[in-house]
């Protein structure tokens, strides 16, 4: 129904987003509709190896079989708790650093390199050094995944922190407000899109660091059911951890998204 405070234009226009909207959905089905089919018709008709690469049909069986055996579920959470822990703390911690490097000229100068050398260095060969301090159980997970998402989250929020606009730090401070005022008044609102920037990125890199370390180390978790697939050749558990394991990805950024909207709305875009 169109609302009698648009004008025919604004309706016209506003009609044409939702219509184009719905054709993009529309072919994105499309798209991965066709793509399973023809994953399933390579392997039927022997164009493909189905115990090498499985199948749609196949992999649905398998998660049907994992779903009576009640077990899946028990690994998708073990995964999603390692990863929204060491994602929460990764961000939190970061963010935290970042505010102390913001409000300390040389404390950042003094983090600067070891910052550049731990973004450079591959956390996943850090994994032994976590096994060995935190033990082999979830501990030494959710240290991996937070130290993979905690660098990237100082980085990032520490540059937003420092391209807050000059012009309104000075008016703030013409006006009489200290430090303290300037950044939960000024700076740190303004770097909300940063912020959320920096969580739709480490919503992945939680993942990798997740899997990763089950892949070392975990007697449960989406990480620990591709590898056992791997060892006893069982790529239809495999290509359906694969799977389980995307679509659980897809539903933490959609779940950022969703709180980024929401909070857009109750503070305004100048959030």
């Not at 994602?87 to 911690?93: D, E, N, V, Y």
């Not at 050094?129 to 159980?137: D, E, L, N, Y």
């Not at 959320?196 to 370390?213: E, P, Q, R």
């Amino acid at each position: 129904m169109n609302s009698p405070s648009l004008s025919p234009g604004r309706q016209a226009y506003l009609l044409a987003v939702r219509r184009q909207k719905r054709q993009v959905r529309l072919w994105q089905a499309a798209l991965l509709a066709g793509l399973l089919a023809l994953w399933e018709l390579s392997c039927r008709v022997g164009l493909s190896d189905g115990f090498l690469i499985s199948s749609p049909s196949r992999m649905a069986a398998t998660f049907v079989s994992l779903c009576r055996g009640g077990d899946l579920w028990r690994h998708i959470g073990v995964s999603c708790g390692e990863t929204v822990i060491g994602f929460l703390s990764g961000t939190a911690l970061g963010t935290a650093v970042a505010i102390c490097m913001w409000w300390s000229g040389k404390l950042a100068r003094i983090l600067d390199p070891y910052l550049v050398v731990l973004n450079a260095l591959p956390k996943t060969a850090l994994g032994p050094i976590f096994i060995v301090w935190m033990g082999a159980g979830q501990g030494a997970i959710i240290v991996m995944t937070l130290a993979i998402s905690l660098i990237v989250t100082i980085l990032n929020m520490y540059q937003g922190f420092l391209s807050t606009d000059e012009e309104k730090i000075r008016l703030l401070r013409s006006l009489g407000a200290n430090r303290r005022q300037i950044l939960w008044l000024l700076v740190f609102p303004a770097n909300a899109p940063t912020l959320f920037s920096t969580l739709k990125v480490n919503v992945g890199l939680s993942w990798v660091g997740v899997i990763m370390g089950e892949f070392l180390v975990s007697q449960a978790g989406l990480g620990y059911l591709i590898v056992y697939g791997s060892q006893v050749f069982n790529m239809d558990l495999v290509m359906t951890s694969v799977v389980i394991l995307a679509v659980a990805a897809v539903v933490m950024y959609r779940l950022v998204l969703w709180v980024e909207k929401i909070l857009n709305r109750f503070w305004g875009k100048g959030l």
